[in-house]
């Protein structure tokens, strides 16, 4: 009887101690059903000066990818990047949730089709006076007075 209590001690003891063992686990064995979640991290908002925006549409017409409008504001009050076709610079100033462009200074090549439409709306919408702006994940919304809006996305790290 006293042997059979010391095998059974013994052996709750043995698998007390590989549990023990396998559940800190650096056992090498994990379990395949149980796995970690590898979410994508949600995208932070991106600040808007500072960031190169790409246009993705303005005023209801989709931006062309074959020729990008972007845009970048900087904190000394200088906007300035392509509207599809031509270069641009402009004043700018940020209070709070708004952002007012100043004169568009732009080069003047001729532009036509989708890459136009979006210039031109684009150059509307600068002028239209204080926008408002919202940033969400990599996502900038600028909105005219009139309602019409502009969004664009931040560039990766990459670009």
């Keep these: 009887?006293?042997?059979?209590?010391?095998?059974?001690?013994?052996?709750?003891?043995?698998?007390?101690?590989?549990?023990?063992?396998?559940?800190?686990?650096?056992?090498?064995?994990?379990?395949?059903?149980?796995?970690?979640?590898?979410?994508?991290?949600?995208?932070?908002?991106?600040?808007?000066?500072?960031?190169?925006?790409?246009?993705?549409?303005?005023?209801?017409?989709?931006?062309?990818?074959?020729?990008?409008?972007?845009?970048?504001?900087t904190h000394e009050g200088q906007a300035s990047g392509t509207l599809?076709?031509?270069r641009f610079s402009a004043p700018v100033t940020v209070d709070g949730t708004t952002v007012a462009f100043g004169p568009v200074t732009s080069t003047r090549m001729a532009c036509e089709g989708a890459a136009g439409e979006v210039e031109r709306a684009l150059t509307t919408l600068f002028g239209a006076g204080p926008l408002t702006w919202k940033v969400q994940g990599g996502t900038l919304t600028l909105t005219a007075p009139d309602g019409s809006t502009a969004t664009a996305e931040a560039a990766s790290a990459a670009e």
């Design 84 to 86: 599809g076709c031509n």
């Design 1 to 73: 009887m006293r042997t059979l209590r010391l095998l059974t001690t013994g052996a709750l003891a043995l698998v007390l101690a590989l549990t023990a063992c396998s559940a800190d686990g650096q056992d090498g064995d994990a379990d395949p059903a149980v796995q970690t979640p590898t979410a994508t991290p949600p995208v932070p908002d991106a600040p808007l000066t500072a960031t190169s925006w790409t246009v993705r549409s303005v005023a209801g017409t989709t931006a062309p990818a074959d020729r990008e409008a972007r845009f970048t504001l």
